[in-house]
């Protein structure tokens, strides 16, 4: 049993590239989130999906897309990279009002 | 908007018992649970409560007040591996989105 699958775990941009953070899922959650972690940080959620087709922003939207067009995957697209964007992202899924299973973080710096 | 409180860092002896307090504000307060991060993993469940009350789960307990807006986690038998980050958050619009307090990075002393 996989759990949250992550891609890639590492990951170099250059400001104003654009990239889409990859997580699968194998537990048919119908919750998802994304979230990134600052160093020394707590998890702040950046956008989160209730089911397929639903998403919504969370607590720090702006700079990223995502979308949801099956119960298994939900990508996060960054559209334009800024050095404020390197972080660790966790994807997460779970059960309505169960534990949230995290992937492995995809570590980003943006130079 | 939300709030979580915790403190940013708790020492310990190993074999005590240490507790990690939260208080938080939000609307729309659905349950509260906790992680366990240690240094460079992932976040992993310990403990969840939508009632008021204590939930045990081995050496880990966590306790949830809704009225006072206040919760904690108790660790007993403090073990050198216990060291890690330790994460309250709270789950909000019929359990829609977790928010994350910032965290508490205890540490075992032998």
């Known amino acids: 049993n996989a759990g949250v699958t992550q891609t890639p775990k590492f990951q170099v941009l250059k400001t104003g590239q654009s990239m889409t953070l990859q997580c699968a899922q194998d537990m048919n959650h119908e919750y998802m989130s994304w979230y990134r972690q600052d160093p020394g940080m707590g998890l702040r959620l950046i956008h989160y999906s209730v089911g397929a087709g639903i998403t919504d922003q969370g607590e720090v939207p702006n700079g990223y897309n995502v979308s949801r067009s099956t119960t298994e995957d939900f990508p996060l697209r960054l559209l334009s990279a800024a050095p404020s964007q390197t972080s660790v992202y966790f994807c997460a899924s779970r059960d309505r009002d169960t534990e949230a299973f995290f992937g492995q973080g995809t570590r980003l710096t943006v130079v | 908007g939300q709030s979580l409180e915790q403190p940013s860092e708790v020492t310990a002896v190993e074999g005590a018992i240490v507790q990690i307090n939260c208080t938080y504000q939000t609307s729309g307060f659905y349950g509260l649970s906790w992680y366990q991060q240690h240094d460079g993993g992932a976040p992993t469940f310990l403990s969840y409560?939508?009632?008021?009350g204590l939930e045990e789960t081995g050496r880990f307990s966590s306790f949830l007040s809704r009225s006072d807006s206040y919760g904690y986690l108790l660790l007993q038998e403090l073990q050198m591996k216990d060291s890690a980050s330790y994460f309250c958050a709270v789950s909000k619009g019929s359990a829609s989105k977790i928010i994350f307090g910032s965290g508490t990075r205890l540490s075992i002393r032998p």
């Open positions: 409560n939508a009632l008021d």
